[in-house]
């Protein structure tokens, strides 16, 4: 296979690390940001998620506006912002201010995900949401920042951020019906593609410009061999595998906290052969494919691992295969 430049940007989700302080995570986002920058990324996203023990990242405005501060050119955006938590004026009067104060830096990825857990659920207030809620949100949300909303959301008259949504089948329904891009992983880059055909034959423009827009989310790691690259997916794949068995996301370790089962390491494998991984070469062929495939306009690349030093070099050769 040919490979080409994929247009390609990170996500990271603040992923903590057994034995270290939480907070630690949310200065290593920082930190990636701003080497981001440095490697010639375009875009950089954060997540949001709520009492995950290895995950750090609760408010995506916040460390948005703290790795905007930190850098100078980079956009920075949120890889979302999840509906059901937030009342819409809210969510657009905080992507307003980001974006008056970093002019054309601003990204506003929005997602209906709830809780993972019951008590989660329960602290949020958040227990019924489903797609007809979302689509409402999503519109009134699109009305607040372009200042047309009942009411208006400050500061008035500031461009409005590019809005994306995280989608599933039935999100890729709402962005069709608002025309708004989306992004999409899982099953939607790895298999049926009939919901991407649908959502770009059903697409609305809401401008005369605006035309469906697909980015796909990707685990990517990169690395000087293909064993190399394997060990360094495997502290994300442990994690998933603990969290099936004791109901909680877990932060990043060396090695498995579990003796695994041979069904444990099964489970392992599976996790394996969804994460994009090898050398840079590897890479570039299964993005090159992944893009082809579903005519995706961006890959946004949510790496992680335990060695902070390998993610740094993984980042690095994955610059190389941005435009």
Same mark, same amino acid.
């Not at 950089?44 to 408010?59: C, F, L, Q, R």
């Not at 951020?161 to 790895?190: C, D, E």
């Given at each position: 296979?040919?490979?080409?430049?994929?247009?390609?940007?990170?996500?990271?989700?603040?992923?903590?690390?057994?034995?270290?302080?939480?907070?630690?995570?949310?200065?290593?986002?920082?930190?990636?940001?701003?080497?981001?920058?440095?490697?010639?990324?375009?875009?950089?996203?954060?997540?949001?998620?709520?009492?995950?023990?290895?995950?750090?990242?609760?408010?995506?405005?916040?460390?948005?506006a703290a790795i905007a501060a930190r850098t100078e050119r980079i956009r920075v955006g949120s890889g979302g912002v999840m509906l059901p938590n937030h009342r819409p004026i809210v969510v657009a009067e905080q992507a307003k201010m980001l974006a008056a104060l970093h002019?054309?830096?601003?990204?506003?990825?929005?997602?209906?995900?709830?809780?993972?857990?019951?008590?989660?659920?329960?602290?949020?207030?958040?227990?019924?949401?489903?797609?007809?809620?979302?689509?409402?949100?999503?519109?009134?949300?699109?009305?607040?920042?372009?200042?047309?909303?009942?009411?208006?959301?400050?500061?008035?008259?500031?461009?409005?951020?590019?809005?994306? !949504? /995280? %989608?599933?089948? @039935?999100?890729?329904?709402? #962005? *069709?019906?608002?025309?708004?891009?989306?992004?999409?992983?899982?099953?939607?880059?790895?298999?049926?593609?009939?919901?991407l055909a649908d959502y770009r034959a059903a697409f609305r423009p809401r401008h005369p410009d605006d035309a469906p827009r697909v980015l796909v989310s990707v685990d990517v790691l990169v690395a000087d061999a293909p064993a190399r690259a394997r060990d360094l997916v495997?502290?994300?794949?442990?994690?998933?595998?603990?969290?099936?068995?004791?109901?909680?996301?877990?932060?990043?370790?060396?090695?498995?906290?579990?003796?695994?089962?041979?069904?444990?390491?099964?489970?392992?494998?599976?996790?394996?052969?969804?994460?994009?991984?090898?050398?840079?070469?590897?890479?570039?062929?299964?993005?090159?494919?992944?893009?082809?495939?579903?005519?995706?306009?961006? !890959? /946004? %690349?949510?790496? @992680?691992?335990?060695?902070? #030093? *390998?993610?740094?070099?993984?980042?690095?050769?994955?610059?190389?295969?941005?435009?």
């Open positions: 296979m040919t490979t080409r430049p994929v247009p390609i940007s990170l996500l990271d989700r603040s992923r903590t690390r057994a034995g270290e302080p939480t907070a630690l995570a949310l200065h290593d986002t920082v930190e990636r940001a701003r080497r981001a920058e440095e490697l010639g990324f375009d875009r950089i996203w954060v997540a949001e998620h709520h009492a995950v023990p290895g995950i750090a990242s609760g408010s995506p405005p916040l460390l948005m002019p054309g830096r601003v990204d506003l990825g929005v997602g209906r995900s709830l809780g993972f857990t019951a008590p989660v659920r329960d602290a949020l207030g958040v227990h019924d949401y489903g797609p007809d809620d979302f689509a409402g949100d999503v519109s009134a949300l699109a009305d607040l920042l372009a200042d047309a909303g009942p009411v208006t959301a400050m500061p008035k008259g500031v461009p409005a951020p590019p809005l994306f !949504v /995280l %989608a599933t089948g @039935s999100g890729l329904a709402v #962005a *069709a019906r608002l025309g708004l891009p989306v992004v999409v992983g899982g099953p939607l880059v790895h298999g049926d593609l009939t919901p495997l502290p994300e794949a442990w994690a998933m595998v603990e969290s099936r068995t004791t109901g909680a996301f877990p932060p990043l370790r060396p090695e498995p906290a579990l003796r695994l089962t041979a069904r444990q390491q099964e489970q392992v494998e599976r996790h394996l052969d969804q994460v994009v991984h090898g050398t840079v070469t590897d890479v570039a062929e299964q993005l090159t494919a992944i893009v082809e495939r579903t005519a995706a306009a961006e !890959v /946004l %690349a949510f790496s @992680s691992t335990h060695d902070r #030093a *390998a993610l740094r070099d993984s980042d690095a050769a994955l610059a190389t295969l941005h435009p």
